[in-house]
Nanobody
């Protein structure tokens, strides 16, 4: 059974940092993975994605220069380093994994999802 478990969320003041982790179990992921977030009252949107070998990454315009996605395939874990957090970064952050490789931004291309971790940024 495939499981993705996020951790690292929490409450932080604006300008602060958090590091999210997504640990995968049940199979080894050397394929596309990504982070999505759902702000209160809004649809879930892509934040950042990464290819299987980590060589290519995508960032939403709103997080470019502040967030860094990475992965450690030996540990079957993906990370999202979030710096200079803003109140508009508040939301539930989900990690996702695809069965295919590529730089995917569409949710429909991801087959596995975590349960989400709450990030709250206070002003």
């Amino acid at each position: 059974q495939v499981q993705l478990v996020e951790s690292g969320g929490g409450l932080v003041q604006a300008g602060g940092s958090l590091r999210l982790s997504c640990a995968a179990s049940g199979r080894t992921f050397n394929s596309a993975m990504g982070w999505f977030r759902q702000a209160p009252g809004k649809e879930r949107d892509v934040v950042s994605t990464i290819t299987g070998d980590g060589s290519n990454t995508y960032y939403a315009d709103s997080v470019k220069g502040r967030f860094t996605i990475s992965r450690d395939n030996a540990k079957n874990t993906m990370y999202l380093q979030m710096n200079n957090l803003k109140p508009e970064d508040t939301g539930v952050y989900y990690c996702a994994a695809s069965s295919a490789n590529g730089l995917f931004t569409a949710e429909r291309l991801y087959d596995y999802w975590g349960q989400g971790t709450q990030v709250t940024v206070s002003s």
